[in-house]
């Protein structure tokens, strides 16, 4: 074992880590014990101010880039004033640390690549896993967010680059839910990438090589998730940004096996359920007696419309009823029970020919509304514009407060802007989108444009899961998660209003969802602790806050 180098010595190494640095906050004391005289300047400042300089430099940068930059390199140096930075100001910098300043990240990860973090898992040195699990600081991991990098939001593979993703989403974690960050870890398999611009650049610091396919990928991921759970047992494992042939597969292969899910699929499921949800105690409308088009067939469309069902079935209606309610396109348009080469996830979705006996026009977008009069259209498609005009005014002229959320990130890939569609709606359509938008004024009324944003679930749902030590994630955790999300704001009905909380009151709600989610663990003899307190208290006491104590 190599020494530690001089320079690296006493007070050095409390600076040089993050998670021990406090920069000019180190006490008088803790200067002269630590062998830090010397080492930072004179003056002694409380947190506050370490905040208001960082803010300050923050707010300086001059694109959401170099913001996104600036706070992933203060949270290599000081993680205790990274994350009070991020709390203090949660709304404005979301979606610089995450969506959709993240995907422009993973894209130049290599060229802006400073200073390692996370793990890299490697494929050619997959001989050495378990090696490569003991290099990993803490021995108490909670949890994990794993990515394999080949689809990154909407820009695709990105191979090792997609490890700003996990970053990404568990600095949410810890901000917004309260997860000690020294218990969480960020994954990438390195499994090669098929992005050609990626394998000629001379800065790719990944391994240049094919994806991996078939048996080969199988055998890697095998590998690295029983080498986890081996080593953590109670771990929570986010699966993030899987590609469309292995998301499904592997959350089947896994959900039964080890504390997982996959927040592109179940986290926008659950945030999208709950926000329409939360647009039903506008219109007065209950999801039950909704008819539902989602434009987009992929992972999160099939989630999403597994989710309204269970919702739908917690209400009482028989499953069958509940998916009738629903059409979803693909590419091609309609999933009919006999279009070709349909996924098995989007089969219970496909209309029977019996229903379309009468059908009028073709099956794409606009003859499909004109057909079923749906109140509720949801995109996951990553077409702009996809919704038209004449598409959303065809929706009102049966439905007089339509509810339309064009979900697709990044903001380029958006199915209709927030504007028009209040415009195309004289204002009676309630609207969420997936990337955030300025509020619309119109007719006199400022409208809140609610972010339907998994923010508001994944956080939560982890606190929850990893607290009470879950043993597996469950439908019914899920639909009670979109139900809390659901009822969380107060105030819906006033004209303008978001549906959804303000997104610096999220840490507040992830209490409440992680409560909910521990308690149907425990009604489901899912827990792997015992429970000598209320739940409310082992939440309470599962809760970080920055801070740098005595």
Known sequence: MAKVPKELKGGRLWLELPELNKGTAFTRKERIEGGLLGMVPYSQEELSAQVNRAYKAYAAKDSDLEKHIFLRQLQTINETLFYELIIQHAASMLPVIYTPTVGNACELFSEIYRKPFGLFLNYPEREFMDEILENVVNDDVEVIVMTDGEAILGIGDQGVGGMGIPIGKLSLYSALGGIDPKVTLPVVLDVGTNNNKLLESNFYVGWKHARIRGQEYDDFVELVLSSIHRKWPHAVVQFEDFGASNSLRLLDKYVDRLCCFNDDIQGTAAITVGSLIAASRVTGRSLTDS????????????????????????????????????????SKGLIRSDSPNLRPQQIPFA???????DWNGDFQLLDVVRNVHPDVLIGVS??????SEEIVREMTKVCTRPCIFPLSNPTSKTEAYPEDILR?????AIVATGSPFDQVSLNGVSYEIAQ??????????????????????TDEMLTVVANVIGHAKEGVEVPGTSILPPLDSIRKLSREVAIAVANVAVDQNLTGCDLDCSIEELVDSKMWCPGYGD
């Open 452 to 473: 339907c944003n998994n923010a508001y679930a994944f956080p939560g749902i982890g606190l929850g899961l990893s607290a009470i030590k879950a043993k597996k994630v």
């Open 291 to 330: 008819t539902i088009v989602i434009a987009g067939a992929g992972a999160a469309g099939t989630g999403i419309a597994h989710g309204i069902v269970q919702d739908m079935m917690r209400k009482g209606m028989e499953e069958e009823s509940a998916r009738r309610r629903i059409c979803m396109l693909n």
């Open 351 to 357: 209309q029977p020919r019996d229903r379309l006996v």
């Open 382 to 387: 990553g077409q702009s514009g996809y919704f």
């Open 424 to 428: 195309w709606t004289n204002g009676r």
